[in-house]
Protein backbone atom coordinates (compact mmCIF):
# COMPACT_ATOMS: atom_id res chain seq x y z
CA UNK A 1 0.00 0.00 0.00
CA UNK A 2 1.41 3.32 -0.91
CA UNK A 3 1.99 6.01 1.81
CA UNK A 4 0.77 8.92 1.72
CA UNK A 5 3.27 11.84 2.78
CA UNK A 6 1.96 14.87 3.82
CA UNK A 7 4.22 18.05 3.12
CA UNK A 8 3.22 19.62 6.44
CA UNK A 9 -0.20 19.60 6.70
CA UNK A 10 -0.82 22.74 4.50
CA UNK A 11 -3.08 20.50 2.10
CA UNK A 12 -5.63 19.54 4.51
CA UNK A 13 -6.07 22.24 6.47
CA UNK A 14 -8.14 25.26 5.66
CA UNK A 15 -6.43 28.84 5.08
CA UNK A 16 -7.23 32.02 6.94
CA UNK A 17 -8.99 34.47 5.89
CA UNK A 18 -5.91 36.61 5.16
CA UNK A 19 -4.14 33.49 3.02
CA UNK A 20 -4.95 32.71 -0.87
CA UNK A 21 -6.95 30.12 -1.60
CA UNK A 22 -4.91 28.70 -3.82
CA UNK A 23 -0.94 28.83 -4.78
CA UNK A 24 0.13 29.06 -8.26
CA UNK A 25 3.57 28.17 -9.72
CA UNK A 26 4.56 28.88 -12.68
CA UNK A 27 7.43 27.36 -14.74
CA UNK A 28 8.78 28.67 -18.15
CA UNK A 29 11.32 26.91 -20.64
CA UNK A 30 12.33 29.48 -23.50
CA UNK A 31 14.35 28.71 -26.82
CA UNK A 32 15.72 32.84 -26.11
CA UNK A 33 18.07 34.13 -23.12
CA UNK A 34 16.79 35.83 -19.77
CA UNK A 35 15.67 39.01 -20.94
CA UNK A 36 14.74 38.57 -24.10
CA UNK A 37 11.42 38.47 -25.24
CA UNK A 38 10.24 34.92 -25.62
CA UNK A 39 6.65 32.98 -25.87
CA UNK A 40 7.19 30.71 -23.26
CA UNK A 41 7.56 33.42 -20.76
CA UNK A 42 4.77 35.88 -22.34
CA UNK A 43 1.99 33.74 -22.28
CA UNK A 44 2.75 32.17 -18.86
CA UNK A 45 2.45 35.93 -17.75
CA UNK A 46 -0.78 35.88 -18.89
CA UNK A 47 -1.93 32.91 -17.29
CA UNK A 48 -0.43 34.16 -14.04
CA UNK A 49 -2.47 37.53 -14.13
CA UNK A 50 -5.36 35.98 -14.64
CA UNK A 51 -4.81 33.50 -11.31
CA UNK A 52 -3.49 36.53 -9.80
CA UNK A 53 -6.70 38.33 -9.94
CA UNK A 54 -8.29 35.31 -9.23
CA UNK A 55 -7.13 35.49 -5.57
CA UNK A 56 -4.46 33.37 -6.44
CA UNK A 57 -1.11 33.22 -4.80
CA UNK A 58 1.75 33.13 -7.52
CA UNK A 59 5.32 32.82 -7.93
CA UNK A 60 7.21 32.31 -11.36
CA UNK A 61 10.56 30.58 -12.06
CA UNK A 62 12.66 30.88 -15.41
CA UNK A 63 14.16 27.43 -15.74
CA UNK A 64 16.07 28.90 -18.98
CA UNK A 65 17.96 31.50 -16.49
CA UNK A 66 18.94 28.54 -13.75
CA UNK A 67 21.92 26.44 -13.47
CA UNK A 68 21.09 22.87 -12.98
CA UNK A 69 22.74 19.45 -14.54
CA UNK A 70 20.22 17.00 -16.11
CA UNK A 71 20.12 13.39 -14.21
CA UNK A 72 23.40 11.75 -14.81
CA UNK A 73 21.68 8.11 -13.12
CA UNK A 74 18.84 6.19 -14.10
CA UNK A 75 16.22 7.32 -12.62
CA UNK A 76 15.68 4.29 -10.43
CA UNK A 77 18.38 5.42 -9.04
CA UNK A 78 17.43 8.11 -7.39
CA UNK A 79 16.40 9.28 -4.18
CA UNK A 80 14.66 11.74 -2.96
CA UNK A 81 15.76 14.81 -2.17
CA UNK A 82 17.64 15.11 -4.92
CA UNK A 83 21.62 14.84 -4.06
CA UNK A 84 22.39 16.99 -7.19
CA UNK A 85 20.88 20.09 -5.30
CA UNK A 86 23.89 19.66 -2.92
CA UNK A 87 26.67 20.22 -5.78
CA UNK A 88 28.30 23.32 -6.20
CA UNK A 89 26.02 25.40 -8.47
CA UNK A 90 22.85 23.86 -8.68
CA UNK A 91 19.94 25.80 -8.42
CA UNK A 92 16.61 23.68 -8.24
CA UNK A 93 16.46 23.15 -4.60
CA UNK A 94 13.99 26.09 -4.21
CA UNK A 95 12.30 24.86 -7.08
CA UNK A 96 11.95 21.55 -4.93
CA UNK A 97 10.78 23.23 -2.46
CA UNK A 98 7.73 25.03 -4.45
CA UNK A 99 6.59 22.41 -6.59
CA UNK A 100 6.21 19.79 -3.92
CA UNK A 101 5.79 22.10 -0.13
CA UNK A 102 4.41 25.08 -1.50
CA UNK A 103 2.35 24.92 -5.14
CA UNK A 104 -1.43 24.09 -5.59
CA UNK A 105 -1.16 24.75 -8.88
CA UNK A 106 1.60 24.18 -11.58
CA UNK A 107 1.66 26.06 -15.05
CA UNK A 108 4.30 24.51 -17.03
CA UNK A 109 5.08 27.14 -20.48
CA UNK A 110 7.70 25.31 -23.26
CA UNK A 111 8.40 26.73 -26.27
CA UNK A 112 8.38 23.59 -28.59
CA UNK A 113 11.04 23.83 -31.52
CA UNK A 114 11.31 20.78 -34.00
CA UNK A 115 8.36 18.86 -32.29
CA UNK A 116 10.94 18.55 -28.96
CA UNK A 117 10.18 20.55 -25.97
CA UNK A 118 12.45 23.46 -24.90
CA UNK A 119 15.95 21.97 -23.59
CA UNK A 120 15.74 22.78 -19.97
CA UNK A 121 12.09 21.72 -20.01
CA UNK A 122 13.52 18.09 -20.92
CA UNK A 123 16.24 18.42 -18.59
CA UNK A 124 13.91 19.77 -15.29
CA UNK A 125 11.94 16.79 -16.23
CA UNK A 126 14.90 14.44 -16.07
CA UNK A 127 15.55 15.55 -12.58
CA UNK A 128 11.96 14.76 -11.29
CA UNK A 129 12.94 11.24 -11.47
CA UNK A 130 13.67 11.07 -7.73
CA UNK A 131 9.66 11.82 -6.91
CA UNK A 132 8.69 9.04 -9.03
CA UNK A 133 11.44 6.82 -7.57
CA UNK A 134 9.79 7.75 -4.04
CA UNK A 135 6.34 6.76 -5.21
CA UNK A 136 7.01 3.56 -6.96
CA UNK A 137 10.65 2.50 -5.09
CA UNK A 138 9.87 4.05 -1.57
CA UNK A 139 6.08 3.95 -1.72
CA UNK A 140 5.83 7.60 -0.54
CA UNK A 141 3.49 9.84 -2.34
CA UNK A 142 5.33 13.48 -2.19
CA UNK A 143 2.75 14.79 -5.36
CA UNK A 144 -0.67 14.71 -3.64
CA UNK A 145 -3.94 17.20 -4.49
CA UNK A 146 -2.40 18.95 -7.17
CA UNK A 147 -3.12 19.81 -10.39
CA UNK A 148 -0.72 20.64 -13.50
CA UNK A 149 -1.27 22.53 -16.44
CA UNK A 150 0.77 23.11 -19.81
CA UNK A 151 0.71 26.42 -22.23
CA UNK A 152 3.29 24.81 -25.67
CA UNK A 153 4.26 27.50 -27.83
CA UNK A 154 4.35 25.90 -31.53
CA UNK A 155 1.84 24.51 -33.99
CA UNK A 156 0.11 21.73 -33.17
CA UNK A 157 1.20 19.01 -35.72
CA UNK A 158 4.83 19.20 -33.93
CA UNK A 159 3.61 20.28 -30.61
CA UNK A 160 0.95 16.59 -30.09
CA UNK A 161 4.21 14.60 -29.45
CA UNK A 162 5.45 16.35 -26.40
CA UNK A 163 1.74 17.23 -25.03
CA UNK A 164 1.15 13.59 -24.74
CA UNK A 165 4.44 13.72 -23.04
CA UNK A 166 3.89 16.09 -20.43
CA UNK A 167 0.17 14.73 -19.66
CA UNK A 168 1.50 11.75 -18.88
CA UNK A 169 4.58 12.19 -16.91
CA UNK A 170 2.91 14.40 -14.63
CA UNK A 171 0.47 12.18 -14.04
CA UNK A 172 2.45 9.70 -13.23
CA UNK A 173 4.07 12.04 -9.89
CA UNK A 174 0.78 12.17 -9.48
CA UNK A 175 -0.67 15.41 -10.43
CA UNK A 176 -4.44 15.74 -11.13
CA UNK A 177 -5.17 17.53 -14.53
CA UNK A 178 -8.12 19.98 -15.46
CA UNK A 179 -9.89 19.24 -18.32
CA UNK A 180 -8.35 20.08 -21.63
CA UNK A 181 -4.76 20.63 -19.70
CA UNK A 182 -3.51 21.98 -22.47
CA UNK A 183 -3.20 25.84 -24.30
CA UNK A 184 -1.42 27.66 -26.70
CA UNK A 185 -1.34 30.42 -29.03
CA UNK A 186 -2.12 30.25 -32.68
CA UNK A 187 0.25 27.74 -35.29
CA UNK A 188 1.51 30.96 -36.78
CA UNK A 189 3.40 32.20 -32.95
CA UNK A 190 6.15 30.03 -33.86
CA UNK A 191 8.58 30.52 -36.63
CA UNK A 192 11.99 29.21 -37.32
CA UNK A 193 14.44 31.64 -35.68
CA UNK A 194 14.06 33.64 -32.43
CA UNK A 195 14.63 36.70 -34.01
CA UNK A 196 11.15 35.98 -36.04
CA UNK A 197 9.39 34.95 -32.84
CA UNK A 198 11.09 37.80 -31.20
CA UNK A 199 9.62 40.79 -33.85
CA UNK A 200 6.26 39.78 -34.23
CA UNK A 201 5.12 37.35 -30.66
CA UNK A 202 3.61 40.59 -29.29
CA UNK A 203 0.97 41.08 -31.83
CA UNK A 204 0.38 36.97 -31.82
CA UNK A 205 0.39 36.57 -27.99
CA UNK A 206 -2.81 38.46 -27.02
CA UNK A 207 -5.24 36.49 -29.70
CA UNK A 208 -4.23 33.79 -27.35
CA UNK A 209 -4.87 35.51 -23.77
CA UNK A 210 -8.47 33.69 -23.67
CA UNK A 211 -6.97 30.35 -23.87
CA UNK A 212 -4.23 30.72 -20.81
CA UNK A 213 -6.51 32.38 -19.44
CA UNK A 214 -9.13 29.78 -19.18
CA UNK A 215 -6.96 27.29 -18.66
CA UNK A 216 -5.52 28.50 -15.41
CA UNK A 217 -9.36 29.11 -14.06
CA UNK A 218 -9.88 25.33 -14.51
CA UNK A 219 -6.35 24.31 -12.95
CA UNK A 220 -7.43 26.53 -10.01
CA UNK A 221 -11.16 25.63 -9.72
CA UNK A 222 -9.88 21.95 -9.67
CA UNK A 223 -7.17 22.48 -6.76
CA UNK A 224 -10.30 24.28 -5.18
CA UNK A 225 -12.00 21.13 -5.08
CA UNK A 226 -9.14 18.85 -4.26
CA UNK A 227 -8.01 20.87 -0.91
CA UNK A 228 -11.69 20.80 0.22
CA UNK A 229 -11.64 18.99 3.10
CA UNK A 230 -14.39 15.94 3.75
CA UNK A 231 -15.59 13.18 1.31
CA UNK A 232 -15.64 15.33 -1.70
CA UNK A 233 -12.34 15.45 -1.91
CA UNK A 234 -11.90 11.65 -3.78
CA UNK A 235 -14.64 12.96 -5.69
CA UNK A 236 -13.16 15.77 -6.69
CA UNK A 237 -9.62 13.91 -7.74
CA UNK A 238 -11.75 12.20 -10.26
CA UNK A 239 -13.17 15.36 -11.74
Given at each position: ?5 R ?6 E ?9 R ?24 L????A ?8 D???LR???C ?13 T???G??L ?14 V???V?D ?13 RLG ?8 D ?12 L?C ?6 S??A ?9 L ?11 P ?21 E ?20 A???S?A??R??
Amino acid sequence: MVKLHRVGDRLTEVRGSGEPLVRVLGLSAGATPPGQHSSARLLLDLALQAAEASGAEIRRVDLTALRFEGCPSNERQCRWPCLLTEGEGDELGPVYDRLVDWADVVVISSVVDDGALAEPLDRFMKRLGCIRHALEVDQVQLIRNKVASFLLCGPWKVASGPAAELVAFFASLGFALPPFPIAGPPPDSCFASSAERSDRLLHVLPESADGATALVVRAIDLASKLRAPGPSQADARLA
